[in-house]
């Protein structure tokens, strides 16, 4: 009795492998480079480089540049730590890079509004001014902040909890996430002693998300 063999199946390759395998090594550097810059921005504020004058003193022209450029990668620290979450809890991990991603915005609109003031003092505008439109926004300024700002400032806190909770990266990494919120807010919300406070804040981020992604690469081998 003769057998009729099957013709060998060549192996398919996903058409996204390369996509998936791009963005899984470019992510987790993005959540590295974005509070990183962030830092340096701030760094520019502590040695009080290119202030702007007047009332608008809290602003450093150089720090805008690079505040901008790490806010465009915030939302990358969201996903790489929703990630780590979701290995024990799914549905919290989701919920920190959703509202992660959507409090990054925050940050992008600061930095923008960074540049505006800039270019605004750069063309005769008042200081004064300027910093009247920052601390007394219109109704549909407002409006947008209120859909951002707050997750900016609780989804550190959520994640800190569910990392601890849920040990999937170190107690540290989830202290530092709990203390980035409080004093970020002192910085850029009440001023509060700035030269130190803004860049600890980011010294903060840069930890938890160091922590985080040690725990996810000790996960997978």
């Known amino acids: 009795m003769s ?28 959540a590295v480079v974005a509070p990183a810059l962030a830092l340096v921005a701030a760094l520019f504020v502590t040695l009080q ?16 540049l690079f505040f901008y450029l790490g ?18 809890a799914p549905r ?5 890079t959703a509202a992660g991603i959507v409090g990054a915005f925050t940050g992008v609109s600061a930095a923008a509004w960074r540049h505006m003031s800039i270019d605004l003092v750069d063309q005769g505008v008042d200081p ?6 920052w601390e ?15 997750a900016f400032f609780l989804v550190p806190i959520i994640a800190g909890i569910a990392i601890f909770v849920s040990k999937v990266a ?9 203390c980035f919120g409080p004093t ?27 922590g985080v992604l040690r725990a996810d690469h000790d996960a997978v081998q």
């Open 49 to 64: 480089v290119q202030m702007l004058p007047g009332e608008l003193d809290w602003i450093s022209e150089p720090e805008s």
């Open 170 to 178: 170190p107690a540290w990494a989830a202290v530092a996430l709990f």
């Open 71 to 88: 806010a465009m990668a915030l939302p990358a620290i969201w996903i790489v730590i929703g990630r780590a979450i979701a290995r024990s």
């Open 3 to 30: 057998t009729v063999s099957s013709p060998a199946t060549a192996p398919t390759t996903d058409p996204t492998d390369s996509w998936s395998r791009f963005f899984s090594r470019l992510i987790p550097i993005l």
């Open 128 to 133: 004064g001014v300027v910093n009247e439109a």
């Open 136 to 150: 007394n926004p219109t109704l549909y300024s407002s409006l947008a902040t209120v859909a951002t700002f707050p």
């Open 184 to 210: 970020l807010m002192a910085a850029q919300g009440f001023y509060a002693a700035i030269e130190v406070t803004y860049p600890l804040a980011w010294v903060l981020m840069l930890i938890a998300v160091v």
């Open 92 to 96: 919290t991990g989701i919920v920190v």
